[in-house]
């Protein structure tokens, strides 16, 4: 069964930084594309940033210069580092992985529905 499990998460203040990593188990990591997700309690779920098997990645203009998104294919894990972080950057974040190579504009533009496979999520929150 494959699975997805995020870490990372935590509480920050203002401007500080997080890194959230997500492990894949019980599948090959080049089998799929991978995206951050993000969901505050009453909001839609929305893709945070993707990226594809070249490593090109794509993000949200909420987050863009700020978050960096990257993958160890060998370590079968996916990261996002967050810097300079926001008050409205608290969420429940969750990585997620899509059963088809897309690239990462693709990922980001098709968004949850071409996602399958889910992690728990992990939470982030940042004080001001």
């Known amino acids: 069964q494959v699975q997805l499990v995020e870490s990372g998460g935590g509480s920050v203040q203002s401007g500080g930084s997080l890194r959230l990593s997500c492990a894949l188990s019980g599948g090959d990591y080049g089998d799929f594309t991978f995206a951050w997700f993000r969901q505050t309690l009453g909001k839609e779920r929305e893709v945070v940033a993707s990226i594809d098997d070249d490593d090109w990645t794509s993000y949200s203009e909420s987050v863009k210069d700020r978050f960096i998104i990257s993958q160890d294919t060998p370590k079968k894990t996916l990261y996002l580092q967050m810097n300079n972080l926001k008050s409205e950057d608290s969420s429940t974040y969750f990585c997620?992985?899509?059963?088809?190579?897309?690239?990462?504009?693709?990922?980001?533009?098709?968004?949850?529905?071409?996602?399958?496979?889910w992690g728990r999520g992990t939470q982030v929150t940042v004080s001001s």
């Open positions: 997620a992985a899509a059963p088809r190579r897309l690239t990462a504009i693709q990922a980001l533009n098709l968004g949850a529905p071409a996602f399958e496979i």
